[in-house]
């Protein structure tokens, strides 16, 4: 079954303290990895796409990753700004229309 | 141009009542998607929709859920005799898929709790 696990669960960073969150995946034939960012009572609003290991997309101070296990998003000296939770998603290529969530992490910046 | 838009915006149900929630996608999008999110959960696909194709269905929890779309515009999903556990936000999502390129774009979601 396919499967998506996001961690941590929440991170607290000083405003400029660097940092990764991490998306693990578990898919028969991955067809594309998402990445979100989601504001209390709003819906996620799309960031990236990724297909293929090695691949890597930068936005701000935003840049993802993914291997054949696993994807980072790397945040670059953070703003308060940037406080939201963040979700990955999968799609394969079997359940073509199917996305799979993580439950996000949710990423506080402290001025 | 306008994003995709959701009413209401919240939904307060007695229990055993059917409730209908609206989506309006982005003008042109021939994909849609409907998702639950209970607290503290990730999204839960429901439904999903391509222009003319017969929609996959395979996410709907039980017969009490359906879901309609009028060609590439609006969209209802219907929940018919509420239950406690169908309190959750429900959002819509519609994208405009060429090639495998499927970036979602997502409404503010409707509040649904059941009373």
């Known amino acids: 079954e396919d499967q998506v696990t996001q961690s941590p669960e929440a991170l607290r960073l000083q405003e400029g303290e660097s940092s990764s969150l991490n998306c693990s995946y578990t898919?028969?034939?991955?067809?594309?990895l998402f990445w979100y960012r989601q504001d209390p009572g709003k819906g996620p609003e799309f960031l990236f796409t990724?297909?293929?290991a090695g691949e890597e997309k930068e936005k701000e101070r935003l840049k993802a990753t993914l291997t054949k296990k696993e994807s980072f998003l790397h945040i670059t000296a953070p703003k308060p700004e940037d406080s939201a939770t963040y979700l990955c998603?999968?799609?394969?290529?079997?359940?073509?229309?199917?996305?799979?969530f993580g439950t996000g992490t949710s990423l506080t910046v402290i001025p | 141009g306008a994003g995709v838009s959701q009413s209401p915006s919240n939904k307060v149900t007695e229990k055993g009542k059917d409730v209908e929630l609206r989506c309006d996608p982005i003008?042109?999008?021939?994909?849609l998607y409907w998702y639950r999110q209970r607290l503290g959960q990730g999204l839960e696909f429901l439904i999903y929709?391509?222009?003319?194709?017969?929609?996959?269905k395979s996410g709907l929890p039980s017969d009490r859920f359906s879901a309609e779309r009028t060609g590439e515009s609006v969209s209802t999903l219907t929940i018919q005799r509420t239950q406690q556990e169908d309190s959750a936000v429900y959002l819509c999502?519609?994208?405009?898929?060429?090639?495998?390129?499927?970036?979602?774009?997502f409404g503010p979601g409707t509040r649904l709790t059941v009373t």
């Open positions: 999502a519609s994208s405009s898929p060429p090639a495998a390129v499927y970036e979602q774009y």
């Open positions: 998603a999968v799609r394969n290529w079997n359940t073509g229309n199917q996305f799979y």
């Open positions: 990724l297909y293929s």
């Open positions: 929709f391509q222009g003319n194709s017969a929609p996959d």
């Open positions: 003008s042109g999008h021939t994909a």
């Open positions: 898919v028969s034939g991955l067809r594309g």
